[in-house]
């Protein structure tokens, strides 16, 4: 005997007891059920008409109908916003020893919750999983979602330490592999991402970074949206060292970037930006802030990487003529957050340029007395152009930064990394030998990037690390 649910349109539905004839196809596929209850839709020629016939098994039909008939009573309830009542009606169900299918024990939670009464949806959440050892993660998430944070805080606090003991208990690999239980670490992710942003906003920020740092243990299921979710969290509350320990565990968990994590990364660091003055001397230099300054030769590309740090393509001009960067150009960062402001600086491009000797003789001496005597300069970023690897004029340069004060601000940044043939590590190994032939006295940091692919600039972010986290920094510095 089977229960058969007949629609002819979706508001007119009844119920046969006794069996209809099926199409043979139908028949032999019913045969085959082994699970509670059969989805199955198909057309079976009753009369002179179609039908759309979904048919349930035998063993669950008394419960299924059942099911339904709660069901339908809950949802009218609910929309009377009568959500005390439909608790009382399911809880009522439950505690008269009548089965439940899971699939309604969890739409009647959310619904609860949803429905402003996540209290109700928890306590009936707590009556399904009565042990203390029985959790359902994602149900709690769920709730916890919908919670009003002020009217029921005891309630958020409960189900943060049901989700800790949770990952406590159920992931304790340091190292899972890839063939564990996908399911099971999905939500972990996720897990740990809620808390992330819970412990932020309570201003515990050790204990938010715990969580950031425990999702390296599970690399395999945190991805592109996990990171770019976690830079949203940080960003909106302005904790930098959330920014720098997501960037971190997203290196370690070799993710990828897309267009969001670049906008996102810019954003967080960079509020505002604006161009400041095109000082031509020493003498005309504006008044010091902490200053990260790009130089490389004709055409490297650092108006373009300027840009691409800030995720802004108009902030710095760009041309394909070389030369045309012909001063010292300064870029105020956070201009109206004092203890987060600094200098980006855009020098004279050195080497070829289609200007008399004595002007490209004048950049040279700007570009020396600036690195030589500009105490505040913080961070100097040297670009290299990777397609053609160290030209003579780099090889001069550098020959005078080893016997300059700055070298233990050297940082070597590879442009133009999409024109390579050869790998990246390759190039950075080349690159770092020949600095070690030229006489640098330690191993070079070295960041490749890419303007035209627009990746590298968080490698940019974590050598400003020092620099924006250093509290000394928004006290004023000696020029």
């Known amino acids: 005997m089977r229960i058969v649910k007949i629609f002819r349109r979706m508001e007119a539905t009844c119920f046969l007891w006794k069996p209809v004839v099926l199409p043979t196809f139908t028949k032999g596929l019913l045969d085959r059920v082994s699970y509670r209850q059969c989805n199955l839709l198909s057309r079976s ?42 608790y009382d009606l399911v809880l009522s169900h439950v505690s008269s020893g009548e089965q439940l299918e899971e699939s309604f024990r969890r739409k009647f939670i959310k619904k609860l919750s949803s429905a402003g009464r996540a209290d109700l949806g928890y306590e009936l959440y707590r009556a399904f ?8 993660p994602t149900l709690l998430l769920s709730i916890w979602k919908t919670v009003d944070r002020q009217q029921h805080s005891p309630l ?32 972990g992710v996720q897990v740990c991402v809620q808390l992330c942003s819970y412990y932020i906003q309570q201003g515990n920020v050790a204990r938010s970074l715990s969580y950031v740092y425990r999702l390296q243990s599970m690399k395999p299921w945190v991805n592109t949206s996990t990171v770019n979710k976690l830079l949203s969290i940080y960003s909106k509350a302005k904790c930098l060292q959330g920014l720098y320990a997501t960037i971190e565990m997203k290196k370690r968990c070799n993710i990828a970037s897309d267009s969001d994590t670049n906008t996102l990364l810019a954003g967080a660091f960079v509020k505002e930006i604006h161009f400041v003055t095109g000082a031509v001397s020493m003498e005309t230099l504006p008044k010091p802030l902490p200053e990260v300054a790009f130089v490389g030769k ?24 070389p030369g045309k960067t012909q001063q010292l150009n300064y870029f105020i960062v956070n201009r109206s957050q004092e203890d987060k402001k600094f200098f980006l600086v855009d020098l004279p491009g050195y080497g070829y340029a289609r200007v008399s000797k004595e002007m490209r003789d004048k950049w040279v001496d700007l570009i020396r007395d600036y690195l030589e005597h500009r105490k505040c300069l913080k961070v100097l970023f040297h670009l290299i152009d990777a397609s053609q690897g160290l030209s003579q004029e780099d090889r001069y340069f550098i020959e005078f930064l080893l016997t300059s004060n700055v070298l233990d601000r050297y940082h070597a940044v590879l442009t133009k990394m999409d024109k390579c043939t050869k790998s990246k ?52 510095p000696s020029a």
């Open 129 to 136: 999983f009565s042990t203390s050892e029985s959790c359902d």
């Open 298 to 321: 004709s055409n490297v590309g650092k108006s373009s990487l300027l840009n691409l740090l800030v995720n802004n393509y108009s902030i710095a001009y760009t041309s394909k003529t």
């Open 425 to 476: 590590d390759v190039i950075v190994k080349s690159i770092q030998s020949e600095l070690v032939a030229l006489g640098f006295p330690f191993e070079v940091v070295i960041i490749p990037t890419s303007v035209k692919q627009r990746w590298g600039s968080e490698d940019l972010w974590l050598a400003l690390k020092p620099l924006l986290l250093d509290k000394k920094s928004s006290s004023r």
């Open 156 to 187: 958020v606090e409960r189900i943060i330490e049901e989700l800790e003991g949770w990952l406590n208990s159920s992931l304790k690999e340091e190292s899972p592999s890839a063939s564990e239980e996908d399911g099971k670490y999905s939500v």
């Open 45 to 86: 020629h009753v009369g002179s008409r179609y039908y759309r016939i979904q048919v349930f098994c035998s063993n669950s039909s008394s419960t299924s109908s059942k099911d339904e008939i709660l069901d339908q009573r809950f949802l009218q309830l609910l929309k009377q916003n009568a959500t005390r009542k439909a």
